[in-house]
């Protein structure tokens, strides 16, 4: 197996048990994309222990900062984080994705459309919308997504 494929049987094994698992890597791309929780260690000491988007949005320690600068957003911040929560009306018509989604895995999706695409919640109510425009937005952090 390649590294990929494990690591999508690692989540779908994790989604099966319901259990916690505590993995452990040197690889923080490895990490942003298996876990719900990281904790990141200086000298056997835990300096912080986080989501993936506040560990990468709000460093606790300067060490964290640098550790994590150059980690793009887009690969741990949701979609909700972005959205356009007002809904004007139902548009059964457009591109939907999950308010849960991570940006980088639907950005091209998004990208690809001219509009904005619907954002749903995890009963497919729709409960916004991303322009392209978001996207563009986070990935070169400019605007009002700019840190």
Known sequence: LIRKEMQDEFLRLQGVLNKTILFITHDF???LRLADRIAIMKDGLIEQLDTP?????NPKTEY????????PREKVLKIEAIMDKS???KDTNKIS??????????AEKIL???????????NNNIVGSVKPSNII??????????S
């Open 29 to 31: 791309d490895e990490a």
């Open 53 to 57: 988007a506040n560990i990468v949005l």
């Open 64 to 71: 964290v900062r640098k550790f994590t600068e150059e980690v």
């Open 87 to 89: 809904v004007n009306e």
């Open 97 to 106: 994705v999950s308010k849960d989604a991570i940006i980088e895995t639907v």
């Open 112 to 122: 690809s459309q001219e509009n904005s695409v619907n954002v749903l919640d995890d």
């Open 137 to 146: 937005q986070t990935v070169f952090r400019t605007g009002k997504e700019k």
